[in-house]
Structure formats: C-alpha cells, structure tokens
Nanobody
Framework: QVQLVESGGGLVQAGGSLRLSCAAS????????MGWFRQAPGKEREFVAA????????YYADSVKGRFTIFRDNAKSTVYLQMNSLKPEDTAVYYC???????????????????WGQGTQVTVSS
C-alpha cells in the first residue's frame, strides 16, 4: 500500500507563487511516474503535470506550460509542483497520484494512476 500526502496549498494573490509537495510512503515505494491533477468546483478532474520517476521526462498541460514546474527528490520519495504566475483560474483542489507499474499508457490520464493523495486547496484571488 502506498500513501501520498500533499502539502503547500493556500491562498495567494494573482501573479504569486506556491510550491506543492507530495510525500510518498509505504515500503518498498516504487513508482513509474507521479502526476499532479486538479479539480475546480463543478468541473472534472484535469491533468496538470507528470514526471517519470527514473527518467527525465516531464509532461505539462498547455494551460500551465511555462508557469508550473514539476520535479522530484528520489531520496525523499517526494514530488513537487512549483507554481508561478498564478491565475484565478488555477484555483482548485490539487491532487498528486502515482503509477506503480511500467506501462506505455499515457501519463496524462487520471485513470492510469493507482494511488491518490487527499488533495490540497489552492485559491488564487484576483
């Protein structure tokens, strides 16, 4: 069993920055990829960013490219999402997720992830 715990959410003004963290636990922890998704009120969960755990591949939604950066610390089993130039439309609950099995299926599809965190609220005021 894998547990994912997100932190770092909060309230920020438009143009500001936040860094989300997602710490994974459970022995042994093995991941193929980790991703961030978000869900705004009344909307479906959408892909934000993903990173391969043992490679340098990263993936971003068009809406966050150039503003958000995903990176990881393998020694800490932690993935981060650095969010800059935040906009009110970035307001959502942000979830991290992990895929534990090697697969050619897309890293941008929520259904391909095995474990999810509880989510952290990000609110961007205008």
């Amino acid at each position: 069993q894998v547990q994912l715990v997100e932190s770092g959410g909060g309230l920020v003004q438009a143009g500001g920055s936040l860094r989300l963290s997602c710490a994974a636990s459970g022995r042994p922890f093995s991941s193929y990829a980790m991703g961030w998704f978000r869900q705004a009120p009344g909307k479906e969960r959408e892909f934000v960013a993903a990173i391969r755990w043992s490679a340098s591949n990263t993936y971003y939604a068009d809406s966050v490219k150039g503003r958000f950066t995903i990176f990881r610390d393998n020694a800490k089993s932690t993935v981060y999402l650095q969010m800059n130039s935040l906009k009110p439309e970035d307001t959502a609950v942000y979830y991290c997720a992990t895929r534990t099995r090697t697969s050619s299926a897309s890293n941008t599809v929520a259904a391909n992830y095995d474990y999810w965190g509880q989510g952290t609220q990000v609110t961007v005021s205008s």
